[in-house]
């Protein structure tokens, strides 16, 4: 399909993602995997991304809920797939049934486990999941006891693998090697070593981090876009990592402005001489915040210009006074190159003082996706 008549559209670059999933693999290949992380619509690339993971050799992918996992079935992903943020009893039945592994943060949801194996006769597989500092799922260290392990090897369960989730890595070092340091206890403690399991605690942050916490699995999202998760690309370059998402748009009307006329809801932005405005057919609806009323810029004809006034629902104006040549139906990069110039998303992130995930998952709402 060609952009042609798109408004509004983000272009997904399989040759840098193979790229980056051959980085991440090789840096704990054969010792280890990579998870692909592709929940909330694969970081709001859409599913198809997942299956192209797949086609890449990627057999291990993390999701959000059953929901997410069965959808990933749906698009004939095959390999395991990891159902990261637990779940309800009243969904063991369909976990069980289609094999996925469900992360387990307490008794209750091993014995729903449990007892549908029993039912379905058959195994199951499942993660165990501690909690060494983040205050969401799993279990805390001092709540397992000898009950709870006797749960834990019950058949028809499997134990295939424990983890722990990092609440810190991006910018708490000190912090993300103490729960590291909980995380190794906890496995001492329990006999967990050197069996053979999967242990996982890095996310994109952690691994590209700390080395030592690349474990026998990895659970990567945001770096398979070739992105830094905490807007410090350093880390991102050095290792080669590349861009795979851009977004754009069009000029829908050029119109020269007054000095002294007003843009926008609000009039957030007030001419301060003869200007020269584009309307842009990209707004909050399409995923681009409000927050960057004023303040953001674009590419246009490979040179950036500021957005200027609110950003509407579906619009949003820019600034062309020095750019000549712009014409109607010109391509507008909110993210992404356009001749020498670039947008990061680390870029967008930071003006919307947000993180890389949610500027993507935003922009999750955009209808047309093309792969280049
Ligand atoms: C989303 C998620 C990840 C991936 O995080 P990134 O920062 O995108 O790499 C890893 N582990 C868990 C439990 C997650 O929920």
Redesign the pocket.
């Given at each position: 399909m060609e952009h042609g008549d798109f408004h509004c559209w983000m272009e997904i670059s399989r040759k840098n993602l193979a790229h980056n999933v051959a980085v991440l693999r090789r840096l704990v290949y054969p010792r280890g995997d990579i998870?692909g992380?592709v929940?909330a619509n694969v970081?709001g690339h859409g599913i198809d991304v997942a299956s192209y993971l797949a086609s890449l050799g990627l057999r291990k992918f993390?999701v959000?809920s059953l929901e997410e996992a069965l959808e990933l079935r749906r698009a004939s992903v095959r390999g395991d797939i990891y159902i990261?943020?637990g779940f309800f009893p009243y969904e063991a039945e369909a976990i069980v049934k289609e094999g996925f592994i469900p992360?387990v943060s307490s008794l209750e949801e091993l014995e729903a486990l449990r007892k549908e194996g029993l039912k379905q006769e058959k195994s199951v597989r499942f993660h165990l999941k501690v909690d060494t500092g983040m205050g969401r799922?799993g279990c805390l260290p001092r709540d397992f006891d000898d009950g709870f392990f006797s749960a834990v090897f019950s058949p028809p369960l499997v134990l295939t693998g424990v983890?722990t989730?990092f609440a810190s890595?991006?910018n708490d070092p000190e912090y993300t090697e103490w729960q590291f340091r909980k995380f190794c206890a906890f496995l001492k403690r329990w006999s967990l070593f050197g069996k053979s399991l999967e242990y996982h605690c890095?996310?994109?942050?952690a691994?590209l981090s700390f080395p030592h916490m690349r474990l026998t699995l990895n659970?990567?999202?945001?770096?398979?876009f070739g992105v830094s998760?905490n807007g410090d690309t350093q880390v991102v370059h050095s290792l080669g990592l590349r861009p795979v998402t851009t977004i754009r748009a069009r000029v829908k009307l050029l119109k020269v402005l007054p000095p002294g006329f007003r843009v926008g809801y609000g009039g957030t932005f007030i001419t301060s001489r003869r200007t020269k405005v584009a309307v842009v057919t990209l707004g909050y609806a399409q995923g681009l915040f409000r927050a960057f009323s004023n303040n953001f810029e674009v590419l246009v004809r490979g040179k950036r210009a500021p957005l200027i006034g609110t950003v509407s629902m579906d619009q949003v104006m820019i600034d062309v006074s020095h750019i000549d040549e712009v014409r109607q139906g010109d391509v507008v990069t909110f993210l992404g190159k356009d001749g020498e110039e670039e947008i990061r998303v680390e870029e967008l992130a930071r003006r919307a003082g947000t993180i890389p995930?949610e500027i993507f998952c935003s922009f999750g709402k955009l209808k047309h996706r093309l792969f280049i």
């Open positions: 998870m992380v929940k970081y993390g959000a990261l943020g992360v799922m983890m989730h890595a991006e890095a996310n994109s942050a691994f659970r990567i999202g945001i770096a398979l998760p995930h």
